[in-house]
């Protein structure tokens, strides 16, 4: 009690943490902008969502913001099933599947390559591998469209022009320079006494990459999965180029669909077709989202 | 006596780069050897090449008498401890002990013998479950050490091992290497840039610059008789004061500068009395003050500019005839900036470097 009475302008001087007014000029300026990019981006998704579970009659009105009187999940299944692509009317789901056949081989595979590549290229210093990494890397600029035609003459020498795997290797191919650059990048920034322990220990290439690297890898195989994925998914060029319609994947049905001339226009369908087709690379996000940023390495070196 | 490692005309480049210039050193059995420098004097790359880390440019490597240039590094007998410790994240303190054993394909129970017995020296057994992310910088060296020890090896390497840590722990595990060292009698050679870990661990010295090895020697020859100039001013801390001038022997040897010029009989010349330009160096902690007086033949006055007080010792940094030089003092020496006082020294305990080749003469 003393104290305060000798010090009786103690309680108004500055002490402890800086008060922070909530509502000061800088933060209605960062939230507001915030707030209106965050309006601008999702009105669309807005839109398709609402027009995806309205009736035709509903969309007839002509008010694309109202949120639907009567909700109807018949546009979702008959994208699904239903709807017509050229000469097949079984909807978006044989291009759901055929996407699946086409993604998930080539994404495993493109990935156990360029991470061995990338091992080898960060740790395994060989004779020509700056060469041979500079020559990998200028492929990643070398436009598509270049590539199409001479692509389609090996696949028809090789016989695969056509097939689902003649596309898995075209995708393996395309994803090789990019996530090489990943693998070796991530490979380079662990610390190299790692690699000389172990092989002091008396491990080589293989138990190297697979009992030292790879269990410290977790991160940038997500990031090379989420990349692969999307990229896949979402390609349209070379699946309409290499496949046939039996084949095609979900993004080139989705075209068929939207852009089919005959009829009347559903806009419902398609947008529920479109939703459909952009699922996949979404929940990708969502679910790995988390170990993107988890780190690994922690305790390798000096903590 | 057999030497352990033998190391004969050896060289290194990285392009147009000299890392290591043919070097020749023969390490005996059981020798713990330092190999001392600054960063950058190749002293890291040396021991990669031994570790067969690194390819060599030209030369060869015996360890045991056994031609080990193009080993691999789990061919040669060797456990290296490094600077980070390297330890592999994401297996228990055990299993980064086990790890060189089972990929050699030793037996269940043998591993299981081995780690236990390196476990029990380093006195890291109740920690054998844990992952390293959960251990103290120094519980985690002390893994790495018992990783090189589980493999039963002749020839230890290490990498500034200590680095990493802080002062307390770093001198307690010195003199834990040190016991180690004792107990095992292995060969060890050991990388630093630390020249009290030199001191106190080595049985020889090597002090390296630019790929060169500038002494090799036991510590107490680098301390009191370095070869060379750069040597004297390395090994030391503070380093040794340098006073330039030449070197008279037309009556009793004398060293004469532009202000001041004294009688350096005491001195053991290396190949009798050489006169020319030199260096006269004198270590801060051979100059004395006070009663010590009495048997130094060389003395001055001096004015002290800047007193640091260290608690075991005092550094004073003062001006002699407008020359700075340092020297230690007792601990509760009561200076102060300004003081005049008398110094002196031995020239016994000088040394006198060749003003061209800096070499000792």
Redesign the interface.
Known sequence: MADTAVHPAASSEPRGPKPRKKLSRNNIIIYGTLLVVAFYYLLPLYVMVVTSLKGMPEIRLGNIFSPPVEITFEPWVKAWSQACTGLNCDGLSRGFWNSIRITVPSVIVSIVIASVNGYALANWKFKGADAFFTILIFGAFIPYQVMLYPIVIMLREIGLYGTLWGLVIVHTIFGMPILTLLFRNYFTSL?E??F????????GFW?IYF??ML??SLPIFVVAMILQVTGIWNDFLFGVVYTKPDLYPMTVQLNNIVNSVQGVKEYNVNMAATLLTGLVPLVIYFVSGKLFVRG???????? | MESSISIRDLSLSFGAVKVLRNLNIEIGQGEFLVLLGSSGCGKSTLLNCIAGLLDVTDGQIFIQGKNVTWAEPSDRGIGMVFQSYALYPQMTVEGNLSFGLKNAGMAKDEIKKRVARAAEILQIEPLLKRKPAALSGGQRQRVAIGRALVRDVDVFLFDEPLSNLDAKLRADLRVEIKRLHQRLKNTMIYVTHDQVEALTLADRIAIMKGGNIQQLASPNEIYNKPANKYVADFIGSPSMNFLEGVIDISGAPQFNSDVMSFDISGYEFVDGPTGGPAWFGIRPEHIVTGELLANAPVQFDAEVELVEPMGSDTLVWAKVEGVPMHFRMDGQAEVRSGDQMRIGFDPARANIFNKETELRI
């Open positions: 610390p006494e790692l000389k322990a172990a092989r002091v220990d008396g491990a138990r009992q030292i269990p410290m690994i390495a922690a305790g390798a070196v000096k903590g």
